[in-house]
Nanobody
Framework: QVQLVESGGGLVQVGGSLRLSCAAS????????MGWYRQAPGNQRELVAI???????NYADSAKGRFTISRDNAKNTVYLKMNSLKPEDTAVYYC??????????????WGQGTQVTVSS
């Protein structure tokens, strides 16, 4: 069984920074894509950023220039460094691991979510 455990959320003032971490545990051979999504109250879950095993990345327009996604393949961990935070970044942030190769097949997993609140 694979689990994703997130950490690093919290309350921060406008213009501040936070770093989210998400570690995947279990019997994992490889993870093709890892990423971060977020969901604000009343909104649908939306992509923030993804990073592939080869290090290539994609960002939502709202994240470009302010957020940086990175990963440590040896630790099956993905990070999201968020700078210049705005009130509209307030949301629950979810970690995703896509195409996780395990002993029983290839699956997609989600973390439990971590709250990020940006106060003005």
């Amino acid at each position: 069984q694979v689990q994703l455990v997130e950490s690093g959320g919290g309350l921060v003032q406008v213009g501040g920074s936070l770093r989210l971490s998400c570690a995947a545990s279990g019997t994992i051979f490889s993870i093709n894509v890892m990423g971060w999504y977020r969901q604000a109250p009343g909104n649908q879950r939306e992509l923030v950023a993804i990073i592939r095993g080869d290090g290539t990345t994609n960002y939502a327009d709202s994240a470009k220039g302010r957020f940086t996604i990175s990963r440590d393949n040896a630790k099956n961990t993905v990070y999201l460094k968020m700078n210049s935070l705005k009130p509209e970044d307030t949301a629950v942030y979810y970690c995703n691991a896509g195409a996780v190769h395990t002993t029983t097949g290839v699956y997609n997993y989600w973390g439990q979510g971590t709250q990020v609140t940006v106060s003005s």
